[in-house]
């Protein structure tokens, strides 16, 4: 057997490390099977060879992927050493079903590594049975509740989710709707009403109900079906080493699991506006409101402009509101209206909507700005309503003829001593002061100057363009500055939420600027950040100890306003001070 010098070597290595351990790529999934909502890690582990970059995840219909980041270990066993290196991704499913994430593929050094496909099964979210519900099984659940059976086309309803969490969640958070179906419904922003949760017994358990209103407003008829709506959220409780001993919780963070809530499907019927004694002018208004009308100047002259202002107040669609038209302004010009919206509730149905109409009379026999009528139709007594404004006195006068201005003369003036003109005048003997030469204006220094301004334009458009470019390729920097804005401002709004003794507000918005700046430093998505990454990953980035322990207290205070808010505006002043710390030594950071 012939040995080269190659050989010799490789035998040399295996003999003082103990053994050569051949190079591997594989792929694996922490779960091959989940419901839709929830979320699944894809780890690609590389044994005895590290690629350059982490490796690039085809396009797959209906799944998105996250990097998250790589993860290495090395272990020394008996004289054997061992090293590998894993990439993780977050997979987020877009709808149920079956998918395959084909077989991947890594060039490295020139050896080609290629890894097993892998089947990922996606099931619908479905409503726990109402057995599990009544026996308090569940950690968190989720109702739908609809206030009518029966709506009519164009009425405002709301409908409100019900989250109910049990008495041993320690922590809730990253709570996102997934699913929020409302076919035949127009549906507005979704709001929690201030001072509404409460607690129930259910079972051996007790919960907090978190409401959660749905602004909703009919626009199809025949039977219409609401949800099942669908949401996915994170929630901590206790371990099972931790028990149910308060003392211990205290010191324990318990254990973190994604859950995924689901309603059952709401069905309404919508019916169609009866066509009986429905006013001529009716515009479409479903609701209960009142009017208001104005208008001035009211002595004018044919030609000039009235304001008629209209105010209609009350509570329904405010925003589907159009001003009707009046048939009996036939002597007047109109304009298009401009309309301003002012809502009094957190939903939008509640407030007033103004229009403002110039128009003119077409003339002086106008004596008056006709009745102004407005009719609605009201679903909680199912009738036809409209409402009248009374004429508003006019006083037009005719546009007259302005007289032609006159020329006074003297009071000897006659064409009997009127001087005669003279045709030619004697040569001016004498020329008086010369005028002073000027410089000419292509020769002023404030004209040359002037010229450079287009170059300095086109130099100055250039340094920004090559800052924008720069900028675009840079989303990391990108980001930085976008954080940078959102924290500054929601300083400001943490400062006010203290003044004003919201704690809600202020430590709602305080968790989220912690999710924002971390997960900027840290290159992840703002959502996935808990207050585990603070030791986790915060110190590798060269964060303080001091700067961990102001990040844990302020996680910690957030967990807590949920169950023992803090009620004194002084106490919500240090906690914003100390935030303005924090995110101060956070930015300081080298990411």
Aim: proline fraction near 7%; include cysteine; charged fraction near 15%.
């Amino acid at each position: 057997m012939r040995f080269t010098l190659k050989t010799l070597a490789v035998l040399l290595v295996a003999l003082f490390t103990g053994a050569v351990f051949a190079a591997s790529f594989t792929a694996a999934l922490d779960r091959d099977a989940i419901t839709l909502g929830e979320n699944v890690t894809l780890s690609l582990k590389f044994d005895g060879v590290q690629p350059s970059d982490a490796p690039a995840i085809p396009d797959i219909a209906g799944l998105q992927f996250q990097y998250i980041g790589p993860s290495s270990s090395f272990t020394f066993i008996n004289g054997q050493t061992s090293s590998s290196i894993t990439y993780n991704y977050t997979v987020t499913a877009q709808h149920d079903g079956q998918f395959t994430i084909p077989a991947l593929r890594a060039d490295i050094n020139g050896q080609p590594f290629i890894s097993l496909p892998l089947t990922l099964t996606v099931s619908k979210v479905a409503a726990p049975p109402a057995a599990n519900l009544d026996a308090g099984d569940q950690v968190a659940f989720m109702k739908f509740v609809f206030p009518k059976n029966k709506v009519y086309v164009g009425e405002a309803v709301v409908g409100r989710l019900e989250l109910y969490l049990r008495d041993d969640v320690q922590n809730f958070g990253n709570f996102q709707l997934t699913a929020s179906p409302t076919d035949g419904f127009n549906a507005g922003k979704n709001a929690e009403p201030p001072n509404q949760r409460r607690r129930v017994q259910i079972g051996n358990h007790s919960y907090v109900v978190i409401p959660i209103a749905v602004p909703l407003t009919a626009i199809q008829t025949g039977q219409l079906t609401l949800g099942p709506f669908t949401a996915s959220a994170v929630v901590v409780t206790p371990s099972q080493n931790q028990g149910g001993d308060p003392f211990f919780r205290m010191f324990n963070q318990g254990e973190q699991k994604q859950v995924t809530l689901a309603t059952e499907p709401f069905t309404v019927e919508s019916l169609p506006l009866p066509e009986q004694n429905k006013p001529a002018n009716f515009s479409g208004a479903v609701g209960d409101f009142m009017l208001t009308v104005s208008a001035g100047p009211t002595t004018l002259t044919v030609g000039d402009p009235i304001t008629v202002r209209v105010q209609i107040s009350g509570s329904g669609a405010l925003d589907a509101i159009t001003l009707p038209t009046q048939d009996t302004w036939n002597n007047f010009k109109t304009y298009p209206p401009t309309t301003k919206l002012e809502t009094t509730d957190q939903l939008g149905f509640q407030g007033t909507k103004t229009f403002e109409q110039i128009v003119s009379p077409l003339n002086s026999d106008v004596q008056e700005l006709p009745p102004f009528t407005f009719s609605f139709f009201n679903p909680n007594d199912g009738q036809y309503h409209t409402l009248t404004q009374p004429a508003t006195p006019l006083t037009v006068h005719s546009a007259g003829a302005s007289a032609l201005p006159t020329i006074a003369g003297g009071k000897n003036s006659s064409a009997d001593n009127t001087a005669p003109l003279q045709d030619i005048l004697p040569i001016k003997e004498n020329l008086g002061a010369l005028e002073t030469k000027t410089v000419p204006l292509v020769a002023r220094p404030e004209f040359l100057a002037l010229q450079s301004l287009p170059l300095i334009a086109i130099f100055a458009a250039f340094v920004w363009r090559k800052r924008a470019d720069n900028l675009a390729n840079n989303p990391r920097l990108r980001r930085q500055r976008a954080v940078a804005q959102l924290v500054n401002g929601g300083l400001g709004d943490l400062n006010k939420f203290a003044a004003e003794n919201k704690s809600n507000e202020f430590f709602a918005m305080l968790f989220r600027l912690l999710q924002e700046q971390l997960g900027e430093r840290l290159d992840c998505p703002a959502t996935s950040i808990t207050e585990a990454d603070v030791d986790k990953r915060l110190i590798y980035i060269g964060a303080t100890p001091i700067t961990l322990e102001s990040l844990r207290e302020l996680f910690q205070l957030c967990n807590q306003a949920r169950y023992a808010p803090i009620q004194t505006r002084q106490e919500l002043t240090a906690v914003a001070s100390k935030f303005k710390k924090v995110v101060g030594e956070l930015q300081n950071l080298k990411a």
